[in-house]
């Protein structure tokens, strides 16, 4: 089973800003559902309370928060990194998949970074102010596997590159 990470980062690093991506960008956000579409994915809870739409359709939810009487509908709530990953593991299975996702926010990928074995890493072209980081990744452990400049929408913010990295 393979844990994934779908993360778009800013040229400094950047993920967040007051709960929400630092820039608008349709194209991506159209390769996020792409990517994770039938496939668990698991979030924090501050990543859960920015969803416009909950749960994100045609995909099982996992909530990961320590508040032990938080509730989200439509969601499975779990109160570890390693419980999230248990029951995306369960569900990738039922599902016939063998790719879990992991969408942040920046504390989740954190904590799952030593599970993770494969990154869509979509590098934004831009270095907006946030609050949010994605950790540099170590060089000697991720390779690239692929690289595809995203064609630019009408509506896009920014350039963007989509880079498929796996563990070595």
């Known amino acids: 089973m393979v844990v994934a990470f779908v993360v778009a980062v800013a040229r400094n690093g950047v993920i967040g800003r007051d709960g929400d991506l630092p820039w608008h960008m349709p194209s991506d956000l159209k390769l996020f559902r792409r990517l994770t579409m ?7 809870r501050r990543t859960w309370s920015t969803l416009q739409r909950k749960p994100l359709d045609g995909r099982d939810n ?7 009487a938080f509730r989200a509908d439509g ?15 369960r569900s990738a299975i039922m599902r016939g998949t063998n790719e879990v996702i992991v969408i942040g ?12 074995r494969r ?39 920014h350039d963007a590159v989509l880079r498929i990295l796996e563990r070595r």
């Open 105 to 116: 926010g920046a504390e989740i990928y954190r904590s799952l970074l030593p599970d993770a």
């Open 38 to 44: 039938g496939k668990p994915i698991v979030m924090g």
């Open 119 to 157: 990154i869509y890493l979509t590098e934004i072209a831009a270095e907006p102010e946030g609050d949010a980081f994605f950790a540099p990744l170590d060089t000697n452990e991720w390779h690239e596997i692929s690289r595809e400049t995203l064609q630019r929408g009408p509506r896009d913010e």
């Open 75 to 89: 969601a499975i709530v779990v109160h570890t990194p390693a419980a999230a990953l248990a029951e995306a593991r």
């Open 62 to 68: 996992i909530v990961v928060t320590r508040d032990i």
